[in-house]
Every structure is written in C-alpha cells, then in structure tokens.
C-alpha cells in the first residue's frame, strides 16, 4: 500500500500549501477592510465559502486518486498472478508429458498419451461443430453431477480437487466439462472466506476472484492444465452489461478475457464467467412433468461450454486475429457492425434471413425499417416473442404519452417472425426483442411468463416525411390468425394475414380442431372509446366454426383483439370466469367504403 500511501501524502501537501494560500489572502483582505464592519461581514462569509468549496474539490481528488492507485494496484497484481499461473501452467503441462512417456516406456496403456497433443497445437478453426460432440447437456448429466458434489466441499489443494474431478473422466471433453462446471456452480457470494487463505490453493484462487485480484478464466486455465490439457487465456473486446448496438470499441470499457481449451482434436472457446449461473428458484414456467420442487436447481449457460466460433464471434473479438478460429476472420468494424445477440438466440436455434443484417439499422423515408428472425422448424409451435421500444440512450418508452410499442407491427408468418418499426419521429431507438418457449398447455394457464432478450438493434431514422400514427391499443404481442393456431388450435378459414381491409362490414371465420368456449372479441380504435364500439362486434359459434362479425361505425383502422378458453377451464366458478379468457389473436383492419372484399 506504499504506492497509496504516497500519492494521499501527496495530495494532502497539496491540500495544506493551497489552503495556506487561501487562508493568507483572506487575512490580507480582512486588514485592508479592517475599519468596515459589514465589509468585513461580507468576505468572512465569502472566504468561508471559498474554503469549503476547495475542500470538497480536494477531497473529491483525493478519493479519485484513491481509487486510481487501488485500481491500478489490482491491476498489477492481477497481471502478476496472472503470470504466475502462466508459469505453473507450463511446468504442470511439461511434468504430465514426461510422466506419460515414462508410463508408456514401461509398458502402461493410456489412452490418450498418442492422441493428445503434447505441445500447444496452433490455433486453427475446429473442423466440426459443437453439436457432433453433444446435442444435449443431459450427455453429461454424470459429469456435471460430479461437479456439483465436489463443488460441495472446499479442497486444499489443487491435485486434490483435481483428482476428484477428473479422476473418473473418460476423455479429455469430459474433463474440460467438469471444470466449467465445477467453476460455474461455485457461488462466490455465500462462501465465506479466510483471510490467511493462501492464493496458490483452489479456495484462495476463488477468494481472489470474489475480491477482484483473481478472474475465473485464469482459475479455468490453471485447473486444466493441472488434468494435462491445454489452454489459453485469450484478451479481447465483448458485447458485455451496458453495450448497446451501434456502440464503437474506442476505450477499455468493453475489455474481457475468456479461454479456449483444446479438446476433441480442436481449440474450442469456454466463457466461465457468462456460463456461470447460481442455484436459483425457477420462476419460469416448469417443463412438463417436473414438480415445483424440482425448479429449484443449479442454473448456468451451457451456451459458453465448447462454443462454435461462427456463434462465438457475435459477442467476443479477439485482440489476435487467428483466435477467431474462423476460416475468413472479420475486422473490428465488421464486429461492431454485426447484430447484437444473446446466448438464447443460438439456443432457439434462431437465424436472420439475410446475412447482411447489421447492429444499426436505419428507416426508410416513411420511417419504417423491419428486423425479421427465423425460427427452425421445431421451435416453431413453442415460440412467443415480445418486443419492448425504446429511445435510444434514454428510459424514455413513450411519444406525446403514447406507449412506444404501439409503433411497431409483431407478425408472424411460416417460420419468419417480422418486427415492423415506425418511428413516430425523427431520431434514434433501440428495439429489444424478447422470447420464451412455451407448450400451449403452459401458455393456456395464463401464469406469468419471464420473457428474456435475444437480440437488439438500433433504429435510425434521420429523416421523416411521414406522420405516423400508433396502431390501435391492443393487447400486446404479435398480430395475425398464426397465434391461435398455434397455441389453440384455431384454423382461420377466411382471413390468413395480419391486415385485413374490409368495406363497412366485416365476417372472420375460424375453424375449430378442440372444444373451445366462451370467444369475445374487442374492437380498438384511436380517439374512439372501446366500450363504444363494443355493439359494433357479435361472436357466433355453429359446430366447429367461429364467425365474428364486424359493422364499422366510420371508417379507419381498427385493431381486433380475440379471446377463448378452453372447455375444460368452463368449470370454475362463475364470479371468475372472464378473468379465465386467454387473448388468442388480433387483427389490424382498415374499413373504408373504397374496399368491397371482406
């Protein structure tokens, strides 16, 4: 503490020499004002003012400086053990070398002592993905329950946790898994640390990472060279908490360090510090035929175990070029430029229909620019996506006090969800999109659902022409028949699309596959109240079909929210019965006496 302790002493010399001064021309003035009383009143007052101004600036630097030399300090210190690690790592990987060759000298069958190599191979991309190691964590559901009994208990050293890891491993996949997981089921914040805990053991190392003189990917490298695999700490820029799109890598604000072991013939990237999940009571909706009991868990992100470099790429460049692993590596330009994704983007299996999408996306004359994602095939049913609009770099969600999602257009259409923006004004926004997979059965049980981001961009609009007006206030969510048959089973018979145009009167038609009850349906209108116009819409069910009918009382455009139930929820009790309604759909229509189809 030296280093602080000389930088405070200079600061307060400083401190004493200036207020000396101060302290001097306030004496000097008082003298020549010494025959007027009120004179004197007033620059008492003054120097007073003056001396606590300059004590608040002094102390202000002096905890600046502070903070400066800590940082610093941490820094320093971080950068040594850092090394340090280096170092043991090396000697660890060249003790384990020489002790399988003495192995297989004698005779000793190791089953990876001729397939693993004994020197750090260069960094190349991997020849296949990660989904031909595993498709599924539950692969590992052995290993990852290992680590989380061992994770139980503190070690004493690091062959100690070492060989209860790995012990039983039976490939070098394996081993590496079992350290992500040991490190991201490691809960920092309720371990309760000694202070006379050494740095060169497995809990000291955690302690430093807990107080910031330590990082979880150097812990990472040191325990895998300590099971004879080779690893790296690779130093670069991310997408990390506070980026947003558009946001250049000018500074050291976005700096990060991950890893990337060699395992399964290849360099593969692992991030334990965003795979790191703690043990958490699930509010999300329970998979099915799991137990409340069973959502309380060890959550991580499995995302960040082995990650593919094509996916790795949209949240970590690398200072080298080569630690990419990619066959054509992109500039830092291009990586700012590409779409600002989360890990659950890659888990749904989402992808962007064009391949010249970027972070910043900028609108037409009309104000209106449109982000689409596609879902794969088998996500397709399970799928519900939300969006929420902002102002860019402002909390402000609202235009003239009317909600910002109201200026954008969720629809859906096959395998293609399309965000539709228009900017009520010019300048900037930031769209956010929101997803979460669900059964129909969940969705039907109208419980809160936690929605969580996958993908942002920023929306530029320079320049309007156009005068947009919010679409009507309807329920949230996405607009079309899609929702209702996917999630109810409704098959729209008449009208397939989001936007109707219709005449003065209008008649949608669904087609019933299972017993639905109790359809209402609300029309919305701006500057029109909604219990006005609700004479204007009659629901009818004959058999299986469900018709709506519409009479428009002025032109315009309308917004059509639907409702249902299923039959079986009929039961409850009657006092409860609208709150059972679960919003099925909505439609956007504009009535005008010029259109005569329905």
């Known amino acids: 503490m030296k280093e602080e302790e000389k930088a405070i002493k200079g600061i307060q010399e400083e401190w004493e020499v200036e207020l000396s001064k101060i302290t001097a021309k306030f004496e000097r003035d008082l003298q020549m004002k010494s025959k007027n009383k009120e004179d004197q009143k007033v620059l008492t007052l003054k120097y007073a003012k003056e001396k606590d101004m300059f004590e608040k600036n002094m102390t202000l630097k002096r905890e600046k400086k502070k903070e400066s030399v800590t940082k610093k300090l941490l820094e320093q210190e971080r950068a040594a053990a850092a090394a340090l690690i280096e170092k043991q790592s090396e000697e660890m990987m060249d003790l384990i070398a020489k002790e399988k060759t003495k192995l297989v000298e004698v005779g000793e069958d190791l089953e990876d002592a001729s397939s693993y190599p004994t020197l750090p191979p260069p960094p190349l991309p991997p020849n296949y993905n990660k989904t031909e190691i595993y498709t599924d964590p539950e692969e590992f559901a052995e290993v990852d329950q290992r680590a989380i009994t061992v994770a139980q208990e503190d070690q004493e050293t690091f062959t100690d946790l070492i060989r209860q890891l790995v012990g039983e491993c039976k490939s070098d996949v394996e081993k590496a898994r079992t350290i992500f997981r040991w490190i991201t089921v490691k809960n920092l914040n309720s371990i309760m640390f000694e202070e006379t805990q050494r740095g060169d053991t497995p809990m000291g190392l955690l302690r ?86 069973d959502s309380l868990r060890y959550e991580y992100d499995d995302h960040y175990f082995l990650t593919d470099p094509k996916e790795f790429i949209y949240e970590f460049f690398p200072l080298q070029p080569e630690w990419q692993l990619l066959r054509e590596p992109i500039t830092l ?169 219709a005449s003065q009167a209008l008649e949608i038609q ?89």
């Open 333 to 501: 330009e291009e990586f700012e430029e590409l779409p600002f994704v989360r890990s659950l983007f890659f888990r749904y299996q989402l992808a962007f229909p064009s391949t010249h999408m970027k972070s910043v996306m900028p609108t037409d004359q009309t104000g209106a620019a449109t982000v689409r994602l596609e879902m794969p095939l088998q996500m397709q049913s399970a799928l519900i996506f939300h969006y929420n609009l902002k102002f860019y770099n402002k909390d402000t969600d609202n235009f003239e006090g009317v909600s910002l999602k109201r200026f954008v257009m969720q629809s859906v259409v096959n395998n293609t969800v399309a965000f539709r923006v228009h900017a009520p004004c010019s300048g900037n926004l930031l769209l956010d999109i929101f997803a979460n997979a669900v059964t129909p059965q969940e969705y039907l049980t109208g419980e809160p659902m936690k929605f969580k981001s996958v993908c942002k961009f920023k929306i530029v609009c320079n320049d309007l022409q156009t005068v947009m007006v919010p679409l009507p206030d309807c329920a949230s969510g996405e607009w079309g028949p899609a929702k209702a048959t996917r999630l109810f089973g409704l098959i729209p018979l008449t009208h397939q699309d989001a936007l109707i145009f």
């Open 208 to 293: 430093g990472i807990k107080f910031g003189t330590e990082s979880y990917h150097v812990l990472f490298k040191r325990l895998c060279s300590y099971a004879g695999l080779h690893c790296v700490v690779i130093k670069g820029y991310s997408k990390s908490a506070g980026y947003q799109p558009g946001v250049k890598f000018e500074d050291n604000r976005f700096r990060n360090s991950w890893n990337a072991v060699y395992v399964a013939g290849a360099w593969r990237f692992v991030q334990c510090n965003w795979g790191a999940r703690h043990l958490v009571n699930a509010k999300e909706v329970p998979k099915p035929g799991k137990a409340k009991s």
């Open 510 to 598: 669904f087609q019933m596959s299972r017993p639905l009850t109790d359809f209402m349906a609300t029309l919305h209108k701006n500057g029109l109240e909604e219990k006005k116009l609700s004479k204007y819409v009659t629901q009818q069910v004959n058999g299986d079909i469900v018709t709506l009918s519409v009479s428009f009382p002025e032109e315009g455009q309308y917004g059509m929210d639907i409702y249902t139930r299923e039959v079986t929820s009929a039961s409850r009790a009657d006092s409860s019965e609208k709150h059972l309604l679960t919003h099925c759909c909505k439609y956007l229509i504009n009535s005008s006496r010029k259109n005569n189809r329905h």
